[in-house]
């Protein structure tokens, strides 16, 4: 007893530094599911808001010239003759006798006095691009930003963006906030186009926080250590507060850059070492819900970029029995009667077991049915099981770069 009292001392006096040497970021919530933050690139500081993800790696945002391109990339798509036309002979502008004149005759189906205009493929619109409520990146108006001669790609289970590379400074939070990390030099990608996935999705872009990119750039906060501005230990602390409720809450969380958040998370239980280098990736022992308990070593991801634990499907299949629920193939989620009762899931990691409760396993959606928030992973490569937002709302993660290192530490109560 003696010995366990002062190892955990020993870890207090860790972080026991001074709250100003820490860098925090309340971050906001979109339907429970999905937790962002503010960040500005460039000297003249533009806003992004940028979903905080530790299940991929690249900073990326989109282009000026995202809504041009994706509107010609659009147009490539269509059928002989709308994708050879030039672009005046398929303007909503250009009159029919215009076109007759200065056009391939096929060119001027569509143009002004046609029958039919309502069929008419509207180029001129900047409406079908995924780009067009966002905030965007103009590399000319930033003196601090320099362009990387490589291309830049990423491909999501939904879609895909590409674009290139550049280095400019990025700043963790609003202007006017104090007290912001501010981390110079970082690369990051400029999206030139974005796929329509992305359209209906409330942010400008994702901010990778794992720590290794495939295309061999330094991810953001890998670099914020390997530079020193992330102190005064190269370490992270993710804090989300589970509110459950649809629709946008702001303050629904906290990033702690430099050390542990101790207003919000508990001393850490336990440190794992981690089982790749490029995820935040470890091995967990046994899973148990209710009459469901199933023990091997599964490889295992921490993603605050996923709102469900994503597992094998035999397993979900037989959790989600347990409880009655029914699997939508459409949306791909279990949905099961609100009132139904459940103690939770159970899952083991070392020799310790870790409980997510009821109240984070059920997300209500908004015509009030209650899907679990337990999802079947699907094929593929990659780990086993993914533990996403339900599993960061109990346990604060911590997340050592220097050591390569994940904690886990018990969200306080209020």
């Known amino acids: ?32 599911c999905e937790f962002v933050a503010n960040i500005t690139i460039g000297n003249e500081e533009t806003h992004f808001k940028v979903v905080l993800d530790t299940g991929s790696a690249n900073l990326w945002v989109p282009e000026i010239s995202c809504l041009k391109n994706d509107r010609r990339r659009k147009r490539s798509l269509l059928p002989y003759p709308y994708n050879e036309c030039p672009d005046y002979c398929i303007s909503s502008a250009i009159t029919l006798s215009a076109c007759i004149m200065l056009c391939p005759v096929d060119c001027c189906k569509f143009a002004k006095h046609d029958p039919s205009p309502k069929s008419k493929p509207n180029f001129d619109s900047d409406s079908t691009s995924a780009c067009v409520t966002k905030n ?165 991801i921490s993603d605050s970029g996923t709102s469900f634990v994503l597992g094998p499907q035999g397993v979900t299949d037989e959790i989600a029995k347990q409880i009655g629920a029914v699997f939508d193939p459409l949306l791909e989620n279990y949905y099961f009667p609100c009132e139904k009762e459940f103690d939770g899931l159970d ?48 346990y604060c993660n911590v997340h050592d770069i220097g050591k390569k290192l994940l904690g886990f530490a018990r969200v306080k109560t209020f």
Not at 385 to 390: A, H, K, N, S, T
């Open 1 to 32: 007893m003696h010995y366990l009292k002062l190892k955990k001392e020993r870890q207090h006096q860790r972080f026991r530094r001074s709250n100003e040497q820490f860098h925090y970021q309340d971050i906001s919530d979109y339907d429970d």
């Open 136 to 300: 965007k990146f103009d590399p000319y108006r930033s003196l601090t930003f320099k362009k990387i001669p490589r291309s830049f790609s990423v491909s999501y289970g939904t879609g895909d963006c590409s674009g290139y590379y550049g280095v400019d400074t990025v700043r963790m939070g609003d202007i006017g906030i104090q007290d912001r990390l501010t981390i110079p030099n970082t690369y990051f990608g400029l999206a030139t186009h974005v796929g329509d996935f992305f359209a209906t999705d409330p942010v400008d872009g994702i901010f990778g926080l794992s720590l290794q990119s495939q295309q061999g750039v330094p991810t953001p906060l890998v670099h914020a250590a390997q530079i020193g501005v992330l102190k005064p230990e190269p370490i992270f602390t993710i804090y989300l507060q589970g509110l459950g409720q649809m629709g946008y809450k702001d303050r629904a969380g906290r990033f702690t850059y430099g050390g542990l958040d101790e207003e919000h998370c508990d001393p850490v239980e336990t440190w794992v070492a981690l089982t790749s280098t490029r995820f935040w990736q470890f091995q967990i022992h046994e899973v148990k819900f209710g009459e469901v308990n199933v023990k091997d070593m599964w490889e295992t």
């Open 347 to 394: 899952i083991t990691i070392g020799s310790h077991k870790y409980h997510i409760t009821r109240r984070n396993l059920m997300i209500k959606d908004h015509k009030g049915r209650c899907a679990l928030a337990i999802c079947p992973k699907g094929a593929g490569f990659g780990p086993t099981w993914v533990l996403g937002i339900p599993f960061l709302k109990e």
